[in-house]
């Protein structure tokens, strides 16, 4: 699959970064704390904006357990909104404006909250969420900051309280679509989730795995059930995930293999500044874009770094407007 690269390559539509975290030296919002090492990944979003044409920007409570995680999560939803004012992807408008722009265009978010299997259960948290996704959060997901992968010697089912948050989601989203992050979850778990969107339970969402390893962590015919459901699975370019470039390219050839020269269902998803090393060489949205048009001929290359994720976009906010 290798060919030479263009002389500028498409920008990339990123499943996951973790955008709000190079503000934690400076910002209220975020205590560098409570993410050690942050200062040391800030090199990981260099060149990111004029690189990356739309992402989906994970908000979400610090990692443990917190006092006020809507408090958090409220400022850190409104300096995403202050950052890309009339950018935030969220309905068929925006995404007709969107589609209406230069390439070289600023970059646009989707909203994107993490963690929510601790959180829904709160009081009143039906309604704060439903007050979030009214003002544009449009992909969830059930574990928080993820960096690596699931333990694959703990595999287990769903818990209690991801149940209770998916139909919580369910409730707050009054039928509008969204995208339901399975990364970090172990198989089974993510198995799990699969089915209750199968079997009507997840009303509108559609599965996602934001950022993983080969075939996003999932089995093979969950995989395809994903593939069924309209999801798509982000890779991500860190060691935790690949060991290298090689592996990484390698994983991307076994998908091409199962999805076409297409990669129908595969993406990119960085993790940049949530993960914690990336893979030598691709450190950067620049390096990352170079080495696949590259490694990968133009068509494939940019199938998975914009194509598949903009039918998935396209799919989710179209009929949200339809419906509004």
């Known amino acids: 699959m290798n060919a030479p690269a263009p002389a500028s390559p498409p920008r990339l539509i990123d499943l996951a970064v ?28 260099d060149g990111y904006l004029s690189t990356t044409l739309a992402a989906i920007i994970w908000i979400g409570p610090a990692p443990g357990d917190r006092p006020d995680p809507w408090g958090e999560i409220s400022r850190l939803f409104a300096g995403v909104e202050a950052e890309f004012s009339g950018r935030i992807l969220a309905d068929a408008a925006d995404l007709d404006r969107f589609a209406a722009e230069a390439d070289d265009t600023l970059t ?30 449009r992909a969830v997901r059930l574990a928080g900051l993820v960096n690596r992968p699931a333990d ?14 998916i139909s919580t989601l369910v409730s707050a989203s009054s039928g509008r679509p969204l995208l339901l992050d399975l990364a970090g979850l172990p198989p089974t778990a993510a198995s799990e989730a699969i089915g209750c969107l199968e079997a009507g339970d997840g009303g509108q969402l559609v599965p996602i795995v934001s950022l993983g390893g080969p075939m996003g962590g999932l089995r093979p015919d969950d995989l395809a059930r994903l593939q069924t459901l309209g999801g798509v699975i982000g890779f991500c370019p860190a060691r935790a995930f690949f060991p290298d470039a090689e592996a990484f390219g390698n994983a991307l050839d076994e998908a091409a293999e199962l999805f076409g020269v297409d990669l129908d269902a595969v993406a990119i998803g960085t993790g940049f500044l949530g ?36 039918k998935r976009v396209h799919r989710m906010l179209v009929p949200a407007h339809k419906n509004s």
């Open 108 to 137: 646009w978010a989707v909203v994107g909250l993490r963690g929510c299997a601790s959180f829904l259960q709160s009081e009143n948290a039906r309604d704060r969420l439903a007050a979030l996704i009214d003002r544009g959060l």
């Open 275 to 310: 993960i914690t090393e990336p893979i030598e060489g691709l450190g950067n949205a620049p390096d990352l874009i170079d080495w696949l048009f590259s490694r990968f001929t133009p068509r494939a290359a940019q199938a998975m770094t914009r194509e598949n994720v903009l």
């Open 18 to 45: 973790e955008w709000p975290l190079q503000y934690a030296e400076e910002s209220t919002a975020i205590d560098a704390a409570d993410y050690p090492g942050i200062a040391k990944r800030i090199g990981q979003v």
């Open 152 to 165: 694959p010697t703990h595999d287990r089912g769903l818990t209690d309280l991801e149940r209770s948050a």
